[in-house]
């Protein structure tokens, strides 16, 4: 047996469904703050009080918000990738995947461009690609790794961060959002710049190289495997549509099929944030919000649906898909609930920067972050938490906060790969299960973290 089998097999075996691992995280936060964080002579009181925190998270507003953009990303760029254009070019470039190696070096690397585009459309793409991959298979009657695929098609996870749709960048992008982040620290504010640009962030040497050697060795890291992995016969979930049939609509409804109408709506959207971005206020590239993003993928989507039936098809389909989020994201803001107002998260990130210097601070923040991603997969929510931390020690140690930013998001990013919420939607529509993606995802988690440490010293 190989040892990405029995690695496979193994993790089968131990890994329950993400919202297991929710409630299990929901629980260990209670644990770890009651143990580390209850102040003397507390008891049952103490455990109200976490309850409350954990309350206090669940429906916190800012991160409802938050949530809202996050699955707009996320139902928007899986609408985009359900559109006829897209579907059509992925069946030109199946034909040509004739083993596992090269399904999974192609399903990865065109994965992974996406993603940097945005998150939401490369998760769903890279989600779609392998799940065409395995109906072309079945239909030719061949057996491949099918879980192998579909972690490739996960792969874009790994760049996201770092691309034009990452939380933590886009945000200290946002005029005055690092100084609202310290509110109440007037003596740091005053040594704070009014935001920290994107060309020191998303477009400094250290992430654009950083992305380039992840292009060129995570695709090629799925071929390998691929190239020493046992091929095996697989069954598909119920045939994943794009664009449903109806009956035929009479009236008024007959607009909602008429070519032209999505495209015009659409034109007029991406005409109107482009306009937008080159008239924004802050200048430069201060215009790249989660609001923005999402205009743009609204636009893009009903540009390149035929026309408006099939856009809200494909809108049907990519909710469905975001059904895990919907009900998971609360139990995370509930765990963020009681690690930051128990001071638990404060504790754990300020021990790591207290012991660290101008050196190993970057270090110690990229391995802190993939730590807290672990409790706290929304990379947004992480860096409204974390973020405070990292500017006040970053501008003590003197830091780039440029840096400290990417090595948060390169930590976050990076244990996406063991972190099974974002895969949700994948699993949903590949059919697939967190335990037989994760044993090879976790292979190139390693690889990943070697780039993102190489990259953070040597910058």
Known sequence: MSFTSSFERTFKQLLPSPFSIAIVLTIVSFIMAFLFTKPVGEGIGYVLELGKHWENGLWNAPLMVFAMQMMLMLVLGHTLALSEPISKGLDKVIPKLDSTAKAAFWVCLLTLCVAF???????????LFARKVAESKLRLGQAFNYPLIGAAGYSGLMVWHGGLSGSAPVKANDAGHIKELVAGNDVLIAQLPKMV???DTLFGSMNITTTILLLATVPFAYYLIGRNTNNKAFALASKFKADSAEEQPKGA?????????????????????????????????????????NLCLLGGALF???????FLSAVDDAIGGAAGILIQFPLYFGIMG?????????????????????????IITFFSAGLINIFIPSGGGQWAVQGPI??????????PL?????????GDQLTNMLQPFWALPL???????????LPYTLLIMLVGMLIFLSSLILF
């Open 427 to 437: 699993l949903g529509i590949t059919g697939l299960k967190a335990k037989e993606i």
């Open 117 to 127: 585009i945005n998150w939401g459309l490369g998760l769903v793409f890279g989600a």
């Open 402 to 410: 440029g840096k400290a930013i990417m090595a948060m998001a390169y």
């Open 253 to 293: 409804e007959k607009l909602d099929t008429l070519f032209g109408i999505s495209q015009s709506i659409g034109g007029l959207i991406l005409a109107f944030a482009f306009y937008s971005a080159i008239n924004n206020p802050g200048g430069g590239l201060s215009f790249l919000t989660p609001n923005f993003i």
């Open 338 to 362: 009681v690690m930051k107002d128990s001071g638990l998260i404060n504790m754990m990130a300020e021990f790591l920067a207290s012991n660290s210097n101008a050196t190993s601070f970057p």
């Open 304 to 310: 390149m649906h035929k026309n408006i039936r099939t």
């Open 197 to 199: 640009s994107a060309s």
């Open 390 to 399: 990292i500017i006040q020690t970053a501008t003590e140690l003197n830091i």
